[in-house]
């Protein structure tokens, strides 16, 4: 009963942030579930092919869609309260011209494009029905958030995670499409959604093309379309290559490893929720001393959770994974201590969003992708896959580095000259998991030690749970 007294007390933000973490891990959880569903029913060959579409899928997206339902949306909703609906109605209007832009291209290259993608013509234009509805869905999820309506956000969010491996493993069994069946029954279930979404905002309202508000949008965002996907590229791009050198086999496999890492992301998405938005709060008002203090916090956090995966990576193929994925075992701690790095840069990355640095963004994340598909296209052909997730691990280091000097020089354009952050303690923090995380492989073969590591770490999160959850407490307010 105190527990429910303590929770009916709370701010409505901080429901909503507990109800926002939740469905992320329930999201995860499902997916999880459904992952040694899948690949018992698959080989690792098929599976690859439905991790590929999936690169592909969220490659194309961003061009499709320019990413309108975040960043820019984002923004305008928390700087402007009125006009939302007609706002929300002619975003979505800009985004559906951008996509049939694009379905015009498709329409003269389709030969290409099918072949590139390994789909056919039908699956195409689904896909590009996909990119037209989806964001409607992204659109009221995001607004949902913003305003604190977490209670039909998080309906519909159960719905749509149990609804898609629903339909995907019914036709999986029940028709011969094979790996295909996971992409009908995600697309099929993300379009019906996504469609009741799109018909709500314009009928809400009624807006399909607003002047300022297109080309505020376009002008904000653009620039961020590379930004995405160098994104992307860098968490993505493997998988394509790794199929193009190795084979769509060896793409499975390290498809497996990154969804068991991407459980670090999770967390990550979770905390960034509240993060963020606190985060511009405290850029405004200057207070620099209570940000080093969080942040520091934060960051270490995050280094224990993802050595807690390393350390089980062995258990976690074992419980979930088959013989055949084995090999993933040296995968999955270099790629989640990459989702470590990808946290520490959207520290940084913050700064440049608050003030509308957003050159920044995009120079970085080219810069990142471009030496990602060079290292790549250099060392998997010569190490295998594994060497994907080291190349990758060593651009986001790169990444985290462009960002820091980028944020340092808006800083200074600002006539800020204190640092925001406690960038020693943070590189430090950084330095010391990197060492720590790769060298937990060295204690694969020793179960006995591995667990004792993993005791440790998780007693001290018991003993510290006051403040972890006054940390977190924290950037709800």
């Not at 956000?153 to 011969?176: G, M």
């Not at 430090?428 to 006995?448: C, D, H, R």
């Amino acid at each position: 009963m105190k527990l429910w007294d303590r929770y009916r007390n709370m701010a409505v933000q901080a429901k909503a942030s507990i109800w926002y973490t939740i469905c992320n891990f329930f999201q995860k959880g499902i997916s999880f579930i459904v992952i040694p569903v899948y690949i018992r029913l698959l080989t690792t060959a098929e599976y690859g092919e439905w991790s590929v579409f999936q690169s592909w899928r969220d490659i194309l997206i961003i061009f499709a869609s320019l990413n309108l339902y975040c960043g820019v949306y984002t923004k305008t909703l928390v700087d402007h309260r009125e006009d939302r609906d007609r706002y929300t109605s002619s975003l979505q209007g800009l985004g559906t011209v951008i996509t049939l832009g694009l379905l015009i291209i498709y329409f003269f290259t389709h030969e290409w494009c099918n072949r590139k993608l390994g789909l056919t013509t039908p699956y195409m234009l689904l896909l590009f029905l996909y990119f037209i509805v989806y964001p409607a869905y992204s659109f009221w999820g995001t607004r949902r958030l913003v305003e604190y309506e977490y209670k039909p956000l998080v309906a519909v969010t159960v719905l749509e995670t149990v609804l898609t491996p629903t339909v995907s493993l019914l036709l999986l069994q029940y028709t011969d499409l094979r790996a295909k069946a996971l992409i009908l029954g995600y697309l099929s279930v993300e379009c019906a959604i996504g469609l009741v979404f799109y018909v709500y905002h314009f009928l809400k309202g009624k807006c399909f093309f607003h002047r300022e508000y297109w080309r505020y949008a376009a002008r904000f965002n653009l620039p961020l379309v590379p930004h995405h996907v160098g994104l992307i590229i860098l968490s993505q791009s493997d998988r394509i290559m790794i199929r193009h050198y190795c084979g769509e086999s060896d793409a499975g496999i390290y498809s497996f490893a990154y969804q068991i890492a991407s459980a670090a992301i999770v967390l990550i998405s979770a905390i960034n929720g509240s993060r963020v938005p606190w985060t511009y709060e405290q850029l405004r008002q200057r207070t620099f001393d209570r940000l080093k203090k969080i942040v520091n916090a934060l960051v270490l956090m995050m280094a224990g959770v993802v050595l807690l995966i390393a350390l089980v990576s062995p258990e976690i193929i074992a419980i979930i994974g088959t013989e055949a994925y084995q090999a993933a075992v040296y995968v999955i701690p270099v790629v989640t201590l990459g989702t470590f790095y990808i946290f520490i840069y959207d520290l940084y990355a913050s700064i440049e969003i608050y003030w509308g640095a957003t050159k920044y963004l995009m120079y970085a994340s080219v810069a990142g992708a471009l030496l990602n598909v060079a290292l790549n296209a250099v060392f998997i052909p010569m190490f295998g896959f594994i060497a994907a997730a080291y190349t990758t691990l060593f651009c986001y280091l790169v990444f985290m580095a462009l960002h820091y000097l980028f944020s340092r020089k808006v800083l200074r354009e600002q006539g800020i000259s204190d640092p925001v952050y406690d960038n020693r303690t943070i590189f430090l923090l950084s330095a010391l998991t990197t060492a720590v995380v790769l060298g937990s492989m060295a204690a694969f073969p020793y179960p006995i030690v591995r667990i004792i590591l993993f005791g440790g770490l998780i007693a001290v999160c018991i003993v510290k749970r006051d403040a972890i959850r006054g940390i977190i407490a924290s950037i709800k307010k």
